[in-house]
Structure formats: C-alpha cells, structure tokens
C-alpha cells in the first residue's frame, strides 16, 4: 500500500470535515444569523415606508440580553427627609390620602402613589446656569438622585421650565421623571420617582427594534413620523408600590411615546 499516499487522503479528508464543520457553526450560530436579522430590518423598513411611517432617527441594531429590574417607591414622608426638604419648622396636615406639609414659605405635598410636590414662594436666585442652580438646589433639598439626567430646557416667558429624567446602567427609567418651574417669583418641583433595587436574575435578548416598530404600524393612523427609538426600562405604578420594571422599546413620535415590551415586540398596556 501506498502509506504516503493513503497518509495524503486522511488529511484531505479531515480537512474536509472540518470545512463542514464550520459551515455548519456558520450556519446556526456565526453570521448567517446576523446577515439574515439585517436583511429582515431593511425589509421592516421598507414596509414601514410604504405603509406611510417615516423614520427620522437612527434604528438600533444591537440586541442585549436584559433582565426585569426591581423598583419601589420611596417613602417621602420620613421625618429627616421633611426636615431637610423644608427650613424651619413646619405644620403637618393630611388632606384626603394626601400629607401636606407646610411652611411660611413652603408647601410640600406627598401622595400615596409616590408623588411628591413641592412649591416655594422664594425666588431661586444664582449666577450659574439654570440646570447647574437647579442641581444645586435639589442636592440642599436632598431632593438629587443618582441616574438623574437634564433632558431638556425649555423658557416659557418669564419663566423655565425643565424636565428631568431617569437613567440605570444607561438605559432609561420610565415613567420616572422630575419636573421643575423656575419662575421670577417662586420655583415648583414635581417628583414622579422610581427607587432601583436590583436586577432579577434571568436574562434574556431583547427583539430587534424593527420588530416594535412593525407592532407600532399596526396600532397607529399613517401617515405618521418617528423622532426616536430607544430602549430602557418601563414600569407602571398607578397602584403597585413596588414591582418589576420591564424592558421595552420606547418609539416617540411628534407628540405621542409608545412602549412595546422588548422581549416579544407587543404593546406594553
């Protein structure tokens, strides 16, 4: 027998195998996935345009694993919270299911789903930026959070008003937000806030954003436009003092913001 020759095919044959082999990796879990999910997305998108939805923003491509995020509202009725929200001494009122407490310059109203007003008929005064003030004064409030993030300034005659929103590890937190109005003669906090508390253990990947916006085509009246898509974190706490915030994909339009659950691409309600 020819050993070097029979030496020669062995290895032409494993060589062979291997190529297969490869392909066969390629074919479930290298790039043929991915080169598939972008052919589907530009399809999605074709669909949408010709459906009558404009997108004017970047699409995200990517698909992380996310897991449910533990939030719970805070507790705005401790003592040393009021006593440093507040200067002075204070009376103490309840109003409904409502704590109001006051001063001779303050309000401060807490309600039983978390919310927190604040008024203050004391002028802010200072000689930096109104974000950079208002951050200032939050923090002397002990009203600061971490995650807190200036998402727009906007002026309103003589008076400004700013939204604040959430961030966790990047990702918003919805619908966990301050609001202020900075006006000439007094200045209004309003506090709609989410207390992380950590991540459940499970994480799975999220959908690809052009799955959500083929579930937003079919709820909306076209023509319309899409300003922005973004994924985060959703939680509605109308009654729950504590729960799990999903992951979701947040589309906002001209006026309206749509959340679709981005595990399966449907309509969070």
Do not use: C
């Not at 879990?29 to 999605?44: H, N, R, T, W």
């Not at 200032?136 to 929103?165: H, R």
């Not at 006006?183 to 508390?197: A, F």
């Not at 300003?227 to 939680?235: H, I, M």
């Amino acid at each position: 027998m020819d050993w070097l020759r029979a030496k020669n095919i062995l290895i032409v044959t494993f060589i062979v195998i291997d190529v297969m082999l490869l392909v066969s990796v390629f074919m479930n879990y290298g790039v043929i996935e991915p080169l598939k999910e972008k052919q589907e997305a530009e399809d999605a998108l074709n669909i949408l345009k010709s459906a009558g939805v404009q997108i004017e923003t970047e699409v995200p491509q990517k698909t992380p694993a996310m897991a449910l995020l533990r939030v719970e509202l805070y507790d705005y009725n401790s003592k040393n919270l009021i006593n440093r929200i507040l200067s002075g001494g204070y009376s103490e009122e309840i109003s409904g299911d409502e704590h109001v407490y006051k001063t001779l310059t303050e309000v401060l109203t807490v309600a039983p789903n978390g919310d927190l007003y604040y008024k203050s008929m004391v002028p802010l005064i200072f000689n930096v930026s109104i974000e950079e003030g208002l951050l200032n004064f939050l923090t002397s409030k002990g009203l600061a959070e971490p995650g807190m993030y200036i998402d727009s300034v906007e002026k309103q005659g003589d008076t400004y008003i700013v939204k604040i929103t959430h961030q966790v590890d990047g990702y918003f937190l919805d619908i966990s937000y301050m609001q202020a109005k900075i006006g000439p003669h007094n200045i209004e906090i309003v506090k709609h806030w989410l207390k992380p508390v950590g991540y459940l253990q499970q994480r799975k990947r999220v959908v690809p954003a052009y799955k959500a916006l083929l579930s937003f085509m079919s709820g909306v009246q076209a023509p319309t436009t899409v300003k922005d898509v973004k994924l985060g974190y959703y939680f509605r706490w109308d009654e729950a003092a504590s729960g799990e915030a999903v992951p979701v994909w947040r589309i906002s339009t001209d006026g309206d913001v749509y959340y679709f659950n981005a595990y399966t691409g449907k309509p969070e309600r």
